[in-house]
């Protein structure tokens, strides 16, 4: 069963404290992205994966960094974390990149930064 | 900058009804354009991709077109149940971009009530 896997599911951090997401995919998928998604905006890209150590900027990248160490794994980080970084935030995967295949999201996870 | 605008915004149906919801987009010539489910609380997932210049699709209650010279996609829900409830989102898959980027809209929120 294909499957993309999100923790924590729930986050409430206070504004500078660091946080800490993790993503995993049981395909084998070589690429996985790191997306946001607000009220009335459409899902909005902060980085994506090609494969291990193999990262690159999004189109909102401030404020976040990530890390691919093993290929199933893929962490988005947030050094002192601001109010405005209070979203929902979607893993996703895909097998190669995606103008080639469809997309694999996870459930997502709730982060309020107090 | 490519844009995805979908509207209505939200729409309440009743149950055994049919709904149609739109998205427009501008630029990015050479795409596809995949429709997403996202329920509430959860990740999106895929129902159809359009590919051709003039594309139908259709998956059980869920049909949708695509006409690239317009650039302009419907999704049709026929026989609504109650757990068509959720966001339907229209993204393009830009075929050019060497990211492999996706631009979301911003989703139409489709409640079905008895």
């Known amino acids: 069963d294909m499957k993309v896997t999100q923790m924590p599911r729930y986050l409430i951090k206070r504004m500078g404290e660091n946080v800490l997401l993790e993503c995993g995919q049981d395909?084998?998928?070589?690429?996985m992205y790191w997306y946001r998604q607000d009220p009335g905006l459409g899902l909005q890209l902060i980085y994506i994966?090609?494969?291990?150590?193999?990262?690159s900027e999004g189109d909102i990248p401030k404020g976040y960094r990530v890390s691919r160490k093993k290929r199933e794994h893929f962490s988005l980080i947030l050094d002192s974390a601001k109010t405005n970084q209070t979203s929902v935030y979607f893993c996703?995967?895909?097998?190669?990149?995606?103008?080639?295949?469809?997309?694999?999201f996870g459930p997502g996870t709730r982060l309020l930064v107090l | 900058k490519t844009q995805v605008e979908q509207s209505p915004q939200s729409l309440v149906v009743r149950q055994g009804e049919n709904c149609v919801l739109q998205c427009n987009y501008s630029v990015t010539p050479d795409n596809h354009l995949r429709w997403f489910k996202q329920d509430t609380g959860k990740g999106l997932v895929s129902l159809t991709v359009?590919?051709?210049?003039?594309d139908k699709t259709s998956n059980g209650r869920y049909s949708a077109t695509l006409d690239k010279d317009a650039k302009h996609s419907t999704l049709h829900i026929t026989a609504t149940l109650l757990d068509d409830t959720a966001t339907y989102i229209c993204v393009l898959i830009d075929r050019g971009s060497a990211l492999g980027r996706l631009h979301f809209g911003a989703g139409t929120q489709l409640i079905v009530i008895p």
């Open positions: 395909m084998s998928h070589e690429t």
């Open positions: 359009l590919v051709d210049q003039k």
């Open positions: 996703a995967s895909s097998l190669y990149r995606v103008n080639q295949d469809t997309q694999y």
């Open positions: 994966s090609y494969d291990v150590d193999s990262n």
